[in-house]
């Protein structure tokens, strides 16, 4: 399983909301930051929260963000950054 | 913003954090051994997040344990472990109990 994204790599979360348990905050869709590393892969948690297995694992991403891209309205310093983790599924090529 | 679900409170403003400390109540120290013990096989972690996030927004604003203890008995319910009629009668019971030794 080849990765989709590499370090470096700006990528966009999806906008999208789904029913159910997920992992990926409401307020990071549609954000986009540069992947600051791969790591891992995990069984998928979406799945496990319902039971199933979690096959197959989910290759999981540390993504970095501008907190000024996030918050429309943040006050702090310009280069303040936010790292979340995020699941492939949930991210795009920005 | 209508898409966003009640418990994924991310960035909206929730007043002050209360930062002082205390000692965890009996119950909920049982409560919290009860679900390690079920652990992966009835109350695997995520499973345990899922049913949080889906209590009505009433229990969701319970203090935590609370919260886990209408969560877990959803959870429970679900699974099989009890019928949410054998749940009922049973607090039926207890409430009747703890009136009566009042």
Redesign the interface.
Known sequence: MTAMFKVGDKVTVKRTHPPGHRRTPFYIRGKAGIVERIAGNFANPEELAYGFDGEPRRRLYRVRFMQTEIWPRYDGPAQDTLDLEVFEHWLEPA | MT???YH?M??EPAGPVDPSTHEAEPWQKLITALRNALGDDYC?V??L??AL?DLRPEDYDLPYFERWAVAMVNLFCEKGLFSRAEWDAKMAEVRRKVQEAA
């Open positions: 898409d966003r679900r994924d991310g960035g695997r995520d499973e997040r899922r996030e």
